[in-house]
């Protein structure tokens, strides 16, 4: 059975890119299928040169590119058409043709109706209406916060053969109760034991293109000891906040952290957040763990520390794979909540952008995990072994 898949592989590295890739390949596998062709979510974000069969010879010179991506539900059929007459998306025609079945892994791509959420859509529709093709949309969250993209997605969903959301949270907001519930396909990673550290760097561990110094640079770390993981998140990249420096804040964190648990390793799963952490690692001599870091470090890393503070959605999944608990910045990011609510954590309006303002708060949260100990460890984990079960559900159109 040949597959097409839609993937959140990204030109920009991170660990959760990465670990949903490879853990919804292995899942594809499993049920006997083998993806034939792989349509990569990066490249349908900006308009391409490839997009279009035959363009222009002024406006490859000016560098301009039309963009041919249907704007509004009202396009879709005639985009479709075009696709099929060869004038726009060569690439994503072939790639549907030679495929018995199309899964578009959605992530938390959908919102705000960019050119990324309405192509994922445009694909699926394209798939299903015009190929013929079994299709679904599975592993993703929705943000249904625009109305257009809401109009799309209510004439894309009840066209498909399965919808499969990660969290429960989207499930509710999309119309007329489509769609099943799962769980994120990186839950299939399960965290080693503190022995992993010897082993990291190691020819089994690592690809060519790694080195030490991309794994985990800076300060001294010592696996056996107690620690804690920060990370970033998105939430700083959107402009929700001009000029924001989230350098000062970590830092005093990470202090507090250190006086509290002892070491603090900083972690940057995605490349935009070593703007944030490398000047932190430097100005604390602390280990920063980079995108480059083997994806099954990175679930052992955060699955062994004794809590992680981010706002990132993979490595939270990580920590609490291994019953790390998770202690988010919430507030104006929603997969956060959901991602708290489905491992059943404790639920604080973090903000990520006043984290000063709170940080009582925020560290009577660290201390109250850490006193919990191994028996909220034993509970998380409990929890995300069940949720690690509910991964599979995303490949059963192929079953």
Request: proline residues 5%; negative net charge; aromatic residues 8%.
């Amino acid at each position: 059975m040949k597959v097409c898949l839609v993937n959140d592989t990204s030109d920009d590295p991170n660990w959760g890119a990465r670990a949903t890739s490879l853990a919804l390949r292995e899942l594809i596998h499993e049920a006997g299928g083998q993806v034939e062709s792989t349509l990569y979510q990066y490249r349908i974000g900006i308009a391409q040169t490839e997009d279009i069969a035959s363009v222009r010879d002024a406006e490859v010179l000016s560098g301009q590119v039309e963009d041919v991506a249907p704007s509004r539900w009202q396009e879709f059929e005639s985009r479709a058409r075009e696709v099929m007459d060869g004038v726009i998306f060569p690439e994503i025609y072939t790639a549907l043709a030679i495929s018995d079945v199309v899964l578009v892994s959605g992530e938390g791509c959908i919102y705000d109706c960019t050119r990324q959420s309405r192509m994922i859509y445009f694909i699926a529709y394209l798939a299903k209406r015009f190929f013929g093709k079994p299709t679904a949309i599975v592993n993703h969250s929705i943000v249904m916060n625009d109305p257009v993209l809401r109009e799309i997605a209510d004439h894309v969903y009840p066209l498909l053969d399965d919808i499969v959301f990660r969290e429960p949270d989207s499930a509710l907001a999309c119309s007329r109760g489509l769609g099943r519930v799962a769980s994120d396909a990186a839950y299939l990673y399960q965290p080693q034991g503190t022995e992993w550290w010897s082993r990291l760097g190691s020819p089994q561990e690592s690809s060519q293109d790694e080195n030490e110094g991309d794994i985990l640079r800076g300060g001294a770390f010592d696996p056996q000891a107690p620690y804690a993981c920060i990370g970033g998140g998105s939430v700083y990249f959107r402009g929700l906040k001009p000029g924001f420096d989230a350098v000062p804040s970590f830092s005093k964190l990470c202090r507090a952290l250190q006086a509290c648990v002892g070491q603090v390793i900083l972690t940057a799963s995605s490349g935009k957040d070593l703007r944030i952490m490398e000047p932190v690692a430097e100005r604390l001599d602390l280990p920063l763990a980079g995108v480059n870091l083997p994806i099954q470090s990175a679930v052992n890393l955060m699955g062994n520390a004794q809590v992680y503070i981010g706002a990132r959605w993979h490595p939270s999944i990580f920590a609490h794979s291994g019953g790390t608990p998770v202690i988010a910045l919430n507030r104006h990011t929603v997969k956060m909540d959901a991602f708290l609510k489905q491992a059943d954590m404790q639920q604080s309006a973090f903000d990520p952008f006043a984290i000063e303002d709170q940080f009582d708060d925020l560290m009577a949260e660290v201390k109250a995990h850490l006193q919990a100990g191994e028996g909220l460890r034993r509970r998380l984990r409990s929890r995300a072994l069940r949720l690690a079960g509910m991964a599979r559900e995303n490949v059963r159109l192929l079953t």
